[in-house]
């Protein structure tokens, strides 16, 4: 009887389900809680808050929007960490190196980072149905108003007296609403891999929990078990 060399690694495609992942506009301010990581992005431009802290200011860092809402950050936006400010129900911004954003000034449209948090860092976030979000610091500097400012081309991210220039939104990082091919476990297999096995002989091929197994034996034509 005719024998043939079974490579299981060479004709199984194991694909497993992952959970998705995304960045999308948060609407509401009651989607945002502390421990949320978080994107600041121009509305109605492709920017974001980029990880450059400049002398009185943020730079931007070019990002796409996606038509299904989603956002697809640049290599340089700046994830935030949302943590509870020091009064009741506003928000820190939480760099998660040199520490929490904050209104740096009364006289200068700044907007720094400092490792300590205090109310200057503490920020109102009230949001639109559109993705409109007012992002206000609590503190006693009085340029408290985060905005985008397309700065003739050299767009950048501070603080002002009032909403005079762009307005911002925030997107959230979530997880879930469907899946995505990933790497899957290693089926169970009824023979050793690379064993030889006489023709017309029956192999069991179990998937692990949640995966689907395809075999071919032409390099097409899968086949799911």
């Not at 220039?165 to 891999?193: D, F, M, W």
């Amino acid at each position: 009887m005719k024998k043939f060399l079974l490579s299981i690694f060479a004709v199984l495609f194991a694909f497993a389900g992952v959970q998705a992942q995304s960045w999308t506009l948060v609407t509401s301010a009651s989607d945002l809680k502390a421990g949320d990581k978080v994107v600041i992005v121009a509305k109605d431009d492709n920017y974001a808050m980029s990880t450059t802290q400049k002398s009185s200011n943020r730079g931007a860092s070019i990002v796409t929007k996606n038509a299904d809402g989603t956002l697809k950050l640049g290599s340089t936006t700046q994830e935030l960490t949302l943590e509870s400010g020091k009064l009741s129900g506003t928000f820190a911004f939480y760099t998660g190196t040199s520490g929490y954003l904050y209104a740096a000034s009364s006289t200068g449209n700044q907007l720094k980072t400092k490792t300590t948090l205090d109310n200057n860092g503490s920020w109102s976030i009230t949001i639109a149905s559109n993705g409109t979000a007012t992002v206000k610091a609590q503190g006693s500097n009085s340029r408290k108003v985060m905005q985008y400012n397309p700065n003739n081309g050299s767009p950048l991210f501070a603080c002002y007296s009032s909403e005079s220039q762009k307005a911002i939104c925030i997107y959230k990082y979530t997880e879930g609403g469907g899946t995505v091919a990933g790497k899957a476990e290693l089926p169970n297999v009824s023979v050793a891999n690379n064993s030889t096995i006489e023709v017309g002989s029956e192999i069991t091929i179990t998937p692990a929990a949640d995966n689907s197994v395809y075999y071919t034996i032409n390099g097409a034509n899968r086949v799911v078990i």
